[in-house]
């Protein structure tokens, strides 16, 4: 079989390419194959660069539904938003099932933003309550903005209020997507203002200390922490943790990588057991996720491959539907 050639997808058309709608149908499909055992994804390889700050990082996995195989291969630098660049940036290789070629190259920044964003609305659809319709966002960066239109696109939402370290920034974003959204978006001079009264909570941010209390949760409340991936950085409190239904992606990356889950185990305040499910458990109807409409229920994020293979495969079909991207010989 001739090959057709190796498609690259850059920045603007994978967007084009995976509209949120499109990426939390697949991610949905990714978590339930993931959960179910349809899907080998390995813990991520993470090496320090010098200095201490910048990463290294290789995600490979297969996905049983979609049906896909392949890598994520980027860096994570902090300080790439002051030189107008996304934290994470690198590349999503995916190959033939078939014949193991390489097929596709993608835009990993933006994969990466969508596919995050899709993941908490995923966990938000399973886990909030239906009538939640009042949100906080926690962080100004690219994920907020993300979180804002996939909350947007599984919940009715009244208004937004968005906290940021820096109110200038945060004060801009509201301005913008209160103009882009058709939504009432105030930004919040503390993340407490930010957050009491809220129904669904997105902690976006790259903090590496608490800046959410469990004290601030209105009964009924979800929460999805998504902005910390490392043991030794937690966005919030212990009370967070152990007031709330606790659900992850993966057991396995929450065990090596959940630093609020972990500070509350050595604290004593929970064992593992606190982890009642993956969210892909929950989704296929085999772990109960909201009991009662004043729970409070608390979704860690911390990525996987399998979200990416996902997102990917989505772009992938659809780019060679309406023929997006350029096909280089390979």
Not at 3 to 26: D, K, T, Y
Not at 100 to 125: E, L
Not at 174 to 185: E, K, N, P, W, Y
């Amino acid at each position: 079989m001739d090959h057709p050639g190796l498609l690259i997808v850059g920045s603007e058309e994978v967007r084009r390419a995976l509209p949120m709608a499109a990426c939390i149908e697949a991610v949905d499909r990714a978590m339930r194959a993931l959960s179910s055992g349809a899907a080998q994804v390995p813990l991520r390889t993470i090496l320090a660069l010098p200095g201490r700050h910048n990463f290294f990082g290789v995600m490979p996995g297969y996905l049983g539904d979609p049906l896909s195989l392949g890598a994520k291969i980027l860096t994570v630098y902090p300080g790439n938003p002051q030189r107008g660049l996304s934290s994470h940036v690198g590349l999503v290789v995916l190959f033939d099932v078939e014949d193991g070629r390489a097929v596709a190259v993608m835009d990993a920044a933006q994969i990466t933003a969508i596919r995050t964003a899709a993941a908490s609305a995923v966990a938000t659809r399973a886990l909030a309550r239906a009538a939640a319709a009042q949100l906080a966002i926690l962080g100004t960066g690219e994920q907020a903005v993300s979180h804002l239109e996939a909350m947007a696109a599984v919940r009715t939402l009244s208004s937004v209020r968005v906290w940021g370290r820096t109110g200038d920034k945060a004060r801009r974003l509201a301005d913008q997507q209160s103009r882009r959204l058709g939504i009432c978006v105030d930004a919040c001079a503390s993340a407490q203002a930010a957050v009491e009264g809220a129904d669904i909570i997105c902690a976006v941010s790259a903090a590496r200390e608490p800046i959410l209390c469990g004290e601030w949760l209105a009964p009924g409340s979800h929460v999805n922490l998504v902005g910390s991936s490392r043991l030794t950085a937690r966005e919030a409190d212990d009370a967070v943790v152990t007031r709330g239904r606790f659900f992850v992606d993966s057991r396995v990356s929450a065990q090596a990588e959940a630093g609020e889950l972990r500070h509350a185990i050595d604290a004593g305040l929970v064992t593992d057991a606190h982890v009642l499910g993956e969210i892909g458990e929950v989704l296929a109807g085999k772990v109960v996720g909201r009991c009662a409409p004043q729970d409070i229920t608390i979704y860690k994020s911390l990525g996987v491959a399998a979200q990416d293979l996902a997102a990917a495969q989505t772009i992938y079909t659809r780019a060679a539907r309406e023929r997006i991207g350029t096909r280089v010989p390979f």
